[in-house]
């Protein structure tokens, strides 16, 4: 699962040996900091995902809620444009809004099929 919030941009995944344990993954550190402490980031140099975290996922379901409950924006986008820790990426997620968008409208007039 990928989530764009106006804490960063994150991979969350199963870890491959334990069930109940998610890897949530980011390219960029500060996007696991503004989430988690510094104390629990992982750092793989060479990995896709260069920083991660394990977690329960209990314990990631909660941090969600949480910050699906403390959503106060009507606009993604603006709120990036406004944030002092998470603007650099607003270019990039103009971009991925016009790739969905696009996408969007081939199926709508029959450009592509799923």
Same mark, same amino acid.
């Given at each position: 699962?990928?989530?764009?919030?106006?804490?960063?941009?994150? #991979?969350?995944?199963?870890?491959?040996?334990?069930?109940?344990?998610?890897?949530?993954?980011?390219?960029?550190?500060?996007?696991?900091?503004?989430?988690?402490?510094?104390?629990?980031?992982?750092?793989?140099?060479?990995?896709?995902? =260069?920083? =991660?975290?394990?977690?329960?996922?209990?314990?990631?379901?909660?941090?969600?809620?949480?910050?699906?409950?403390?959503?106060?924006?009507?606009?993604?986008?603006?709120?990036?444009?406004? #944030?002092?820790?998470?603007?650099?990426?607003?270019?990039?997620?103009?971009?991925?809004? #016009?790739?969905?968008?696009?996408?969007?409208? =081939?199926?709508?007039?029959?450009?592509?099929?799923?």
């Amino acid at each position: 699962m990928w989530i764009a919030s106006t804490n960063g941009f994150i #991979s969350i995944v199963q870890h491959w040996d334990k069930p109940d344990t998610l890897l949530v993954r980011a390219r960029v550190r500060k996007d696991l900091l503004s989430i988690f402490s510094e104390l629990r980031i992982i750092e793989i140099p060479n990995a896709d995902y =260069r920083f =991660r975290v394990l977690v329960s996922k209990n314990e990631f379901a909660e941090l969600m809620f949480n910050q699906v409950m403390g959503i106060d924006y009507p606009n993604f986008k603006n709120r990036i444009a406004t #944030s002092d820790s998470q603007k650099d990426k607003l270019d990039i997620y103009h971009q991925i809004w #016009s790739i969905m968008f696009n996408y969007a409208k =081939r199926l709508r007039y029959g450009k592509s099929q799923l």
